[in-house]
């Protein structure tokens, strides 16, 4: 019998629907796999930024993790927000078990500048997560401090994916340029080779959420079993379709479209 390819999202919540988990199920779904999900914090936040956290108690987080590892297949996972130095130990120790390739995407600021992640844990997700990683997919702001060096040109961004490769452990690393100016190009590592992925940068401020839905987009695929190039290729165009057709929704960066690969939904 065939099975169906299974992805979990282990992140916060957004209830305004454009980022963290929600995103990522929308991107499970609209990609064809099987969506799980393990909640690490309940964010209040809007386009407009983050207005409250309330973080899951973590015997909550270790005992939802063993309600979907010890019953369901898992084929990819990734991280997103894990907010203090306890919950990413509680998600450490569970990641073996996981026998299945680990997308970090190693969020610290919402789109809105608002912090989502603990200052202390920042060093702890470099030096005990990243090497678990199959893949880490960081922003320039995020690749500086994985790296501790500015990262400015293009090639500088590519110098980060083999640091974070070869300095810090992770198994492969996408260094992505939306913050740059010029093409939004991204550079995966995967240390031997390094790749580009570009796309014609779209005159828009509605990026609520390009993050969480490109890492799992390639979560995704990566649960349908197809190769880490092909993975970030597809995922790729898959978020600047859905950056293209973004929603011009809330006061302040719109959420991203997770269904433009196929229509336009449904308008009043
Ligand atoms: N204006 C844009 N036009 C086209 N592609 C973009 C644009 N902004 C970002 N991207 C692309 O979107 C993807 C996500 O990258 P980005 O650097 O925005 O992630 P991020 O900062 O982690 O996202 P988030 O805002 O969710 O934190 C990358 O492939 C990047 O090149
Ligand atoms: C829960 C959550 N994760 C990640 C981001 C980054 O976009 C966000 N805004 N919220």
């Known amino acids: 019998m065939e099975k169906v390819a299974c992805a979990l999202t282990i992140a916060g919540t957004d209830p305004s629907g454009g980022a963290g988990i929600h995103a990522d199920l929308k991107t499970f779904q609209e990609l064809k796999s099987y969506g799980m999900s393990v909640i690490t ?9 983050v207005q409250a956290l309330h973080h899951v108690p973590l015997e909550m987080i270790e005992q939802q993790l063993y309600s979907v590892i010890s019953d369901m297949p898992v084929h990819a996972f990734k991280t997103g927000m894990i907010a203090n130095i306890d919950m ?12 299945a390739p680990y997308v970090m995407d190693p969020v610290m600021v919402a789109t809105s500048g608002d912090p989502l992640i603990e200052e202390q844990a920042r060093d702890f997700l470099r030096k005990e ?14 690749a500086e401090f994985l790296i501790g060096r500015k990262v400015e040109t293009t090639d500088d961004m590519k110098k980060a994916a083999r640091s974070i490769v070869h300095d810090l452990g992770a198994g492969a690393a996408l ?3 939306g913050h740059l100016d010029g093409e939004a190009v991204d550079f995966l590592y995967d240390g031997t080779t390094i790749y580009s992925f570009s796309a014609k940068r779209i005159n828009t401020k509605n990026t609520h959420g390009t993050g969480c839905t490109y890492s799992a987009a390639i979560t995704a695929y990566l649960s349908q079993r197809l190769s880490l190039y092909e ?7 898959f978020v600047t379709k859905a950056i293209k057709g973004a929603f011009p929704i809330g006061a302040g960066n719109g959420p991203t ?9 449904v308008f009043q």
């Open 41 to 49: 914090s309940v964010v209040a936040q809007n386009t407009t930024g």
């Open 88 to 99: 990413m130990k509680v998600i450490a120790k569970k990641i073996p078990s996981i026998a």
């Open 129 to 142: 997560l990243l090497p678990l990683t199959a893949l880490v997919t960081p922003n320039i702001p995020e």
């Open 175 to 177: 260094v992505k340029g």
């Open 231 to 237: 993975a970030v290729d597809k995922a790729k165009h």
């Open 257 to 265: 479209n997770h269904w433009a690969i196929r229509e336009k939904g």
